[in-house]
């Protein structure tokens, strides 16, 4: 693949950002050289847009692969979560940047609606008006808690990052975001590897001459979403990357669509860890 086939694809925020379609996300990826390495391979690969958070505990291997890589900072999207059991979000995004070593980052998200919808913004619009995140958002955030959280924003959300798939559509929660210029990102969109196995998703991906991986990734981006599989392994971080090359059917489309679960929810997440 040529290390520049995609690094260009991205999109407008709201707020005039451009944020990469594609990124590499790195949950559940222990810090250290798993970490390095994931991050490394993705950035050699032609990857721009690194996602982590506070919880993750691995912004610091970000931060190194980053500097190893030798790209400019301002070419690669790197996003952030506050951790929202904690008080200040931006006294907490401090840490983050020193962890990082960066001066800023891209995006940062308030990672789930702890303590209500609003309790983080005010920090969250602070850290942006420091200049330490150039754009906010947030991730876990239902219908009800992104209308709720937005009457009091100053700062709009530009961005909601939730779990999505083609088994969990959640098309309200996708329209009611775009009504309001939220620009919805999907995290575990291969079901954290579980419907790699799906028998639709095979057959589609035997269909077209590509990989079950493929086939979830792309259906994300024909519905316009931001998608951000995890890998830790070179040779999928690379597949995983080959997904501007091909076209899924209005029937492939129509065919995952069904798959979904959630019966169209608004609804972020089926079981929340918090109260
Ligand atoms: P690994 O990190 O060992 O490569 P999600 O992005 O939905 O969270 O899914 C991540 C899971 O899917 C991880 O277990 C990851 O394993 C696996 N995975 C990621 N990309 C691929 C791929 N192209 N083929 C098979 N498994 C993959």
């Known amino acids: 693949m040529p290390a520049d086939s995609f690094d260009g694809r991205t999109r407008e925020l709201a707020d005039g950002n451009q944020i990469p379609v594609l990124g590499l996300g790195v949950w559940q990826v222990p810090n250290g050289r798993e970490c390095v390495n994931a991050v490394l391979w993705a950035l050699e690969l032609g990857y721009r847009h690194i996602d982590t958070a506070q919880a993750y505990g691995n912004e610091a291997s970000v931060g190194e692969a980053l ?31 020193k962890r990082l070593g960066v001066e800023y980052v891209d995006l940062y998200l308030v990672h789930w609606p702890a303590g209500g919808p609003t309790r983080a913004w005010p920090t969250m619009e602070q850290a942006h008006g420091l200049g330490y995140a150039r754009s906010i958002g947030v991730s876990n955030f239902n219908v009800t808690e992104l209308a709720e959280m937005m009457a009091g924003a100053t700062v709009p959300p530009v961005v909601d990052q939730v779990n999505l798939s083609p088994f969990t559509y959640r098309r309200a929660l996708i329209d009611e975001s775009r009504a309001r210029n939220v620009e919805v990102e999907a995290y575990s969109p291969l079901g ?15 269909r077209t001459g ?66």
């Open 210 to 275: 590509r990989t079950p991986a493929q086939v979830l990734l792309r259906w994300c981006l024909q519905h316009d979403l931001v998608v951000l599989p995890k890998s830790t392994h070179r040779p999928r971080i690379e597949e995983n990357a080959q997904i501007f090359e091909f076209v899924l059917s209005p029937d492939d489309m129509a065919e995952l669509d069904s798959l979904d679960r959630t019966d169209g929810t608004g609804v972020a997440l089926e079981r929340k860890w918090w109260r």
């Open 67 to 97: 500097r190893r890589s030798g790209i400019p900072r301002e070419q690669v999207f790197i996003t952030t979560k506050f951790q929202p059991s904690r008080r200040n979000a931006a006294t907490e995004v401090e840490g983050s940047l």
């Open 192 to 206: 954290t590897g579980r419907h790699l196995a799906n028998g639709t998703v095979n057959r589609i991906a035997s």
